[in-house]
């Protein structure tokens, strides 16, 4: 094996990896979400078009089937406290690798608020009342706290006073802690509700050991994403450096490192796939695709120098790492996108950071008419706007 790989050729292997090739597209969602472990789903509209993105066929009411009528996936609290789908069999694996992050920060963020713990218990106690038979709106939830109970805080953070009231901060706490989830919420939902966990999930003991989770999530995240650098992973983990040098340390075994043109750093990448990354010869051609926000190639590596130029970053990424909706060319994002909806239309507009030649433009057509198609329907016509920088 070459001793530096030139990026072009991660670029390309890390969309066959991303599912987003033409013969690497997912079957049915069970093995997309499986292989990916949790897509991002704080806006659920987002785990919508990255399934769609990477399944040879999709549709919302699939999606919404699989979700929240067969129980084999569920919709968490996990890394840096945004939610997540996630296949049944990692609800263990999950909850306990993202146990001490998602506790620590419920800790100090109640600390900080200076909310006691006979107050939370008394709030959270009416809250899971509330919800004790049906969904509830936040709002509903809210009107189940006596008057009494009820108070506004202030604090001074920084330079800003912000304010905040304890019904929301114990709210936030039992999502981050699993005992309440989001409810069942579909692509036009206009009201988030919200749940206990047993109402869309037989609610299993979670014991495993949060160092062995934490491993095996490491592990797993290596497996579909790899070839990744120490920053992606503790970016993706939510873990520090120095826990994930200490966990890299205990996994040479199953891991091996690499080196990638132009970068000073190490790449790592599973024992077992060595020879396949060495030898596999990817054909790309011209492959367009519109991203959906927070897709999982964008957000799940926290160097994304590969895919995007430094003058354009900030204008895909947030200072948080989050990603808005992107228009990638062969792994590469050259633009960003949104769409309206209205009752009768879907105007796309879709902004360029270059110029294209006229073939590959007649690509990106082709897959900005997919992508208005899949989000607007066969009852609505897309009008398409595209402008160059």
């Known amino acids: 094996m070459p001793a530096s790989v030139p990026q ?12 987003l090739l033409p013969e690497r597209k997912g079957v049915n969602v069970h093995d997309v979400l499986r292989h990916f472990i949790a897509i991002n789903a704080s806006n659920i509209g987002d785990a919508y078009i990255a399934l769609y993105n990477r399944l040879r066929y999709f549709t919302k009411y699939m999606f919404e089937e699989y979700l929240y009528k067969s129980g084999n996936a569920g919709r968490f609290s996990g890394m840096r406290r945004e939610f997540y789908i996630v296949p049944r069999e990692f609800f ?6 993202t146990f001490r992050q998602r506790e620590f920060k419920i800790k100090e963020n109640l600390k900080l608020w200076k909310i006691p713990e006979s107050e939370y218990t008394n709030t959270a106690r009416q809250i899971l009342k509330a919800m004790a038979h049906s969904e509830k709106t936040q709002s509903q939830l809210e009107k189940a706290i006596a008057p009494q109970d009820k108070r506004t805080i202030k604090i001074n953070y920084g330079k800003r006073q912000i304010t ?47 160092d ?24 993706w ?7 994930v040098q200490r966990i890299l340390a205990s996994l040479t075994d199953d891991i091996r490192s690499i080196g990638i043109a132009n970068s000073k750093n190490e790449y790592y990448i599973l024992q077992t796939e ?21 897709d999982p190639l964008l957000t799940g590596y926290r160097l994304t120098d590969v895919h995007i ?50 073939g590959t433009e007649d690509k990106l057509c082709m897959a900005i008419e997919r992508i208005g198609g899949f989000i607007g329907g066969e009852d609505k016509t897309s009008n398409v706007e595209i402008i160059y920088r």
């Open 92 to 97: 263990e694996l999950f909850f306990s690798a």
């Open 212 to 235: 062995a989770a934490e491993s095996e999530l490491v592990l797993y995240y290596i497996k579909n994403y790899g070839p990744v650098q120490e920053e992606d992973i503790a970016w």
């Open 237 to 243: 983990c939510d873990l520090t450096i120095s826990s």
């Open 8 to 19: 072009e050729y991660l670029r390309i292997y890390r969309l066959w990896k991303s599912l």
């Open 274 to 294: 060595i020879s396949e990354f060495a030898s596999k010869k990817i054909k790309s051609g011209e492959i367009c695709h519109l991203l959906g926000r927070n």
């Open 309 to 358: 130029n430094q003058e354009y970053y900030n204008t895909i990424f947030s200072r948080f790492g989050e990603s808005n909706p992107a228009v990638m060319i062969n792994g590469k994002i050259v633009g960003n996108w949104n769409f309206k909806d209205s009752i009768s239309s879907i105007n796309l507009t879709v902004n360029l950071f270059q110029k294209i030649n006229s």
């Open 164 to 210: 905040s009231t304890n019904f929301e901060l114990v709210l936030n706490a039992l999502l981050d802690r699993w005992q309440i989830i989001p409810g069942a919420e579909t692509w036009h939902t206009q009201k988030k509700r919200y749940c206990l966990f047993d109402r869309l999930h037989s609610h299993p003991r979670f014991s495993m050991d949060y």
